[in-house]
């Protein structure tokens, strides 16, 4: 069974940096491309950044410059350092894997940015 959990979520002021976890278990972690969403209640979620198995990766629009995703396949971990964070980044922060077609979540992680 497939399984992610997320960590590294808080309240942070304005212009500052969280770095964010996604524990994964159950596949082959380092043959998967592995994503960040972010969802704010009342909207759909938002693409946020893509790795690939090669480390090749893409950023949504409000992530580029400002965030960036990286992956430790010793540890079957990927993650999402933030910075220069604003108030628009506030939500919830999901990790995504595919496998065979299906979409797998993890619980989400709050990330609240204040001023």
């Known amino acids: 069974q497939v399984r992610l959990v997320e960590s590294g979520g808080g309240s942070v002021q304005a212009g500052g940096s969280l770095r964010l976890s996604c524990a994964a278990s159950?596949?082959?972690?380092?043959?998967?491309?592995m994503k960040w969403y972010r969802q704010v209640p009342g909207l759909a979620r938002e693409f946020v950044a893509r790795?690939?198995?090669?480390?090749?990766?893409t950023y949504g629009d409000s992530a580029k410059d400002r965030f960036t995703i990286s992956r430790n396949n010793a540890r079957n971990t990927v993650y999402l350092q933030l910075a220069s964070l604003k108030g628009e980044d506030t939500g919830r922060y999901f990790c995504?894997?595919?496998?065979?077609?299906?979409?797998?979540w993890g619980q989400g992680t709050q990330v609240t940015v204040f001023s």
């Open positions: 995504n894997a595919q496998r065979q077609g299906i979409d797998f």
């Open positions: 790795i690939d198995s090669g480390g090749v990766t």
């Open positions: 159950g596949l082959n972690f380092k043959i998967h491309p």
